[in-house]
């Protein structure tokens, strides 16, 4: 069983900066990409961040320059730093990760979700 789980979202004023963080355990043998995905209330599920196995970065452009993407491969983490928040940022924040289980299968999980209120 793999699990994706998420934290750090948290209601913040415009202009302020948060972490999350999405932590991946479970019988993994190894992951390639992750990312952070948003959706925000009425609109559809978009890309924010990605991140693969070698450290290559992709970002929506309405966040380049303001959200960070990382990871640390021996925890199996991947985080999202996001500063210069802005209200249209607002949105369930969703980690996903590409990863090879121990039994060799190739997935892609999800975690729950953790929501991000940026107030004007």
């Known amino acids: 069983q793999v699990q994706l789980v998420e934290s750090g979202g948290s209601l913040v004023q415009a202009g302020g900066s948060l972490r999350l963080s999405c932590a991946a355990s479970g019988k993994i043998f190894k992951i390639n990409a992750m990312g952070w995905f948003r959706q925000a209330p009425g609109k559809q599920r978009e890309l924010v961040a990605t991140i693969t196995s070698a450290g290559s970065t992709n970002y929506t452009d309405s966040v380049k320059g303001r959200f960070t993407i990382s990871r640390d491969n021996a925890q199996n983490t991947v985080y999202l730093q996001m500063n210069t928040l802005k209200p249209e940022d607002t949105a369930v924040y969703y980690c996903?990760?590409?990863?090879?289980?121990?039994?060799?299968?190739?997935?892609?999980?999800w975690g729950q979700g953790t929501q991000v209120t940026v107030s004007s």
């Open positions: 996903n990760a590409l990863l090879v289980r121990a039994d060799w299968n190739v997935a892609v999980y």
